[in-house]
């Protein structure tokens, strides 16, 4: 797998899983290797840094909360980030739904 | 590597400071102990470096290294060498009451130089604030360093007040003494500290809004305390304000009527608007209304919610008036000791603001002096517990003490204008 092709749709993804529910981020994390397949699986040296990256943009929001008996640091998406999720999802559509017509034809 | 040894090597790695680096650190220690990982950690995980400098780069930017932020003085000194070349006159620039300054020659030209100048100041002080504020945020031997130096020179500046009282206090009461001159020297060196604190104190919170920190409570008394802090620190900075606008904008204030320019002139007219009326306070008022409203409109909507402008604004807000801050008091309260710790400093007729060195000097100082600001940002906007974590004052507090203590003897030892031989010469004149 790409890397590269990972870490141009990892805000995507992150966006994506955290518009289910507000997790933190080892959930996050297990949410996401449940979800994926092997080769998309976010390391945490990529994912908390992303997370912070987002959270600077203001597209998620962190809060620290009492989860179960320990404070856990919760993610979930602000405003700016669904309407960001909105936006990015269309284009992944129209993209996705371009690259398949491509190769439906060469095939 | 376990999980304790990770952490450690993580933490030792780690540039990122204050509170962000409290959460940074308590959120892997949570995760490692969610996932009960005890090995291999290296490999689940990855490098604690890597991992510490991928933090970095996205809570420090593109000066999350040491080389980049050597960059910052190479550009301005490039940049001061270029206005050397292309602008030498602009060192120039005397003030008013020199007889042969150019003020006398052609004022409006002075007028304009001076504008030009007082815009030029903000460029290499507001490039030093960032190489402070990033140096703010890190926990490394280079911080303590400048922490050191910074303290230096805030204790140069306390000795140097206390040391001075009995002289003003003599002159005060001497006969033929210009004493609005002494009087205003004396109130600005007592308003030094209280200055710079609320400055920080308010511009910071106008952009962090109310926020309680990690690990306390959010607490009546800590709202009555923060408010009360804002209202002196509205005052005071209304005054300062005032002050700046009265130093910038009307170069012409002492000049002799007919020595100004001409009535209906550009010149002339703007220095009249800003000499007194509504002019004279409107820029402290324009101030003061902007960072209320960024204020309550942070605290309002929550820093996470606030939105991009209003943020923007109140940061810009706070560079340039930390800058202008500097710019007043140092030019004009630290001429004292500042021939001796900071010899280019030297203060009356000439500002010569553009001259490299002395910019230089006081670029580097002012981001010399932001990691203390952030300190005590951290320490009002969120807690004592916070200040003494994130900014391991102690050490270099001590340090700085100590140095500042001997720079400000070893002046007065070498000095034939000290208060102490003030008293030895006055005593000589009276038993002779």
């Given at each position: 797998m790409n890397?590269?092709?990972?870490?141009?749709?990892?805000?995507?993804?992150?966006l994506s899983a955290l518009a289910k529910k507000p997790m933190h981020g080892y959930v996050l994390s297990e949410a996401l290797r449940e979800a994926m397949?092997?080769?998309?699986?976010?390391?945490?040296?990529?994912?908390y840094p992303l997370l912070h990256k987002l959270e600077r943009k203001r597209l998620i929001t962190g809060q620290w909360l009492e989860v179960g008996h320990?404070?856990?640091?919760?993610?979930?998406?602000?405003?700016?980030?669904?309407?960001?999720?909105?936006?990015?999802?269309?284009?992944?559509r129209a993209f996705n739904q371009a690259i398949n017509q491509l190769m439906s034809r060469s095939s | 590597m376990n999980p304790q040894e990770y952490i450690n090597k993580f933490t030792e790695k780690l540039n990122t400071g204050g509170l962000k680096r409290q959460e940074i650190i308590e959120e892997l220690k949570n995760h490692i102990s969610d996932s009960a990982e005890t090995e291999n950690l290296e490999k689940n995980i990855g490098n604690p470096e890597t991992l510490a400098r991928t933090y970095d780069r996205t809570h420090l930017g593109w000066l999350y290294s040491r080389k980049r932020i050597l960059l910052i003085p190479i550009l301005l000194g490039i940049f001061?060498?270029?206005?050397?070349?292309?602008?030498?006159?602009?060192?120039?620039?005397?003030?008013?009451?020199?007889?042969?300054?150019m003020a006398f020659t052609n004022p409006d030209l002075f007028y304009f130089y001076n504008l030009i100048r007082d815009i030029f100041i903000l460029?290499?002080?507001?490039?030093?604030?960032?190489?402070?504020?990033?140096?703010?945020?890190?926990?490394?031997?280079?911080?303590?360093?400048?922490?050191?130096?910074?303290?230096?020179?805030?204790?140069?500046?306390?000795?140097?007040?206390?040391?001075?009282?009995?002289r003003y206090i003599k002159f005060l009461s001497t006969p033929n003494i210009v004493i609005g001159t002494l009087y205003y020297e004396v109130l600005f060196q007592a308003v030094f500290t209280t200055v710079l604190l609320s400055i920080t104190a308010f511009c910071t919170m106008a952009f962090s809004g109310w926020k309680s920190s990690l690990k306390t409570q959010f607490t009546r008394g800590k709202f009555y305390f923060q408010t009360l802090v804002l209202i002196v620190a509205s005052i005071i900075l209304f005054f300062v304000i005032s002050l700046i606008t009265e130093m910038i904008l009307v170069p012409y204030d002492l000049t002799m009527p007919e020595m100004r320019p001409a009535v209906g002139?550009?010149?002339?007219?703007?220095?009249?608007?800003?000499?007194?009326?509504?002019?004279?306070?409107?820029?402290?008022?324009?101030?003061?209304?902007?960072?209320?409203?960024?204020?309550?409109?942070?605290?309002?909507?929550?820093?996470?919610?606030?939105?991009?402008?209003?943020?923007?604004?109140?940061i810009t807000f706070f560079i340039i008036l930390s800058a202008a801050a500097y710019a007043f008091i140092f030019n004009l309260q630290l001429k004292e000791y500042s021939s001796f710790a900071f010899p280019l400093a030297a203060l009356g007729v000439t500002l010569s603001y553009l001259k490299p060195r002395f910019w230089f000097v006081w670029g580097i100082l002012l981001g010399l002096l932001v990691p203390i600001l952030?300190?005590?940002?951290?320490?009002?906007?969120?807690?004592?517990?916070?200040f003494i974590h994130s900014g391991k004052m102690l050490i270099p507090a001590l340090l700085g003490s100590l140095i500042g203590f001997l720079v400000v003897n070893l002046k007065y030892s070498s000095s034939n204008n000290t208060p102490r031989q003030h008293v030895e010469h006055n005593k000589r004149i009276i038993s002779n």
């Open positions: 890397k590269e092709l990972l870490k141009g749709h990892s805000e995507l993804i992150i397949p092997d080769m998309f699986q976010f390391g945490v040296g990529m994912l320990a404070r856990r640091k919760v993610y979930s998406l602000t405003k700016n980030g669904k309407k960001q999720l909105a936006s990015q999802s269309k284009e992944w | 001061f060498m270029l206005m050397q070349k292309i602008a030498p006159n602009l060192n120039s620039v005397d003030y008013y009451w020199n007889p042969s300054g460029i290499p002080l507001t490039a030093a604030a960032l190489i402070g504020q990033t140096a703010a945020r890190m926990h490394k031997i280079q911080t303590t360093l400048l922490l050191a130096i910074a303290i230096t020179f805030i204790t140069c500046a306390t000795l140097n007040l206390l040391q001075n009282i009995p002139t550009f010149a002339r007219e703007l220095n009249d608007f800003f000499e007194g009326g509504i002019g004279a306070v409107l820029p402290s008022i324009v101030v003061i209304v902007l960072l209320w409203y960024s204020f309550i409109k942070q605290s309002y909507n929550k820093i996470k919610e606030a939105n991009q402008l209003n943020r923007a604004q109140a952030d300190q005590i940002k951290n320490f009002l906007v969120h807690s004592p517990t916070d």
